[in-house]
């Protein structure tokens, strides 16, 4: 099993960043796909970036592209999303979460979750 712990979001300017992370324990990390998730107000959960255990390429949807990153760190069990020239429309409660298995888009293939972490983005 893993637990996964969410750090503070915030509140930022329009064409500001902002770094979000968060931090796992329990066994066997890099067995875990990884992703970050974001719901906005009103809005189903949509995927942001995700990432597999080991080697294979970070997706990044296509709304994002070019302005987040997301990385993983397996030694220290640990995912971070950067996001770079926020938005408005990327105010929303983000999620990190793990699926033990391959890589996938689908929020309900996700076992493991952070708390919500609320970003707010100001015109």
């Known amino acids: 099993q893993l637990q996964l712990v969410g750090s503070e979001g915030g509140l930022v300017q329009a064409g500001g960043s902002l770094r979000l992370s968060c931090a796992a324990s329990g066994r066997a990390f890099s067995d875990y796909a990884l992703a970050w998730f974001r719901q906005a107000p009103g809005k189903r959960h949509e995927i942001v970036a995700g990432?597999?255990?080991?080697?294979?390429?970070?997706y990044i949807a296509d709304s994002v592209k070019g302005r987040f990153t997301m990385f993983r760190d397996n030694a220290k069990n640990t995912m971070t999303l950067q996001m770079t020239n926020l938005k408005p429309e990327a105010t929303a409660v983000y999620y990190c979460a793990a699926h033990r298995s391959g890589f996938t888009i689908h929020f309900d293939d996700y076992a493991y979750w952070g708390r919500g972490t609320p970003v707010t983005v100001s015109s």
């Open positions: 990432i597999p255990g080991t080697g294979g390429a970070t």
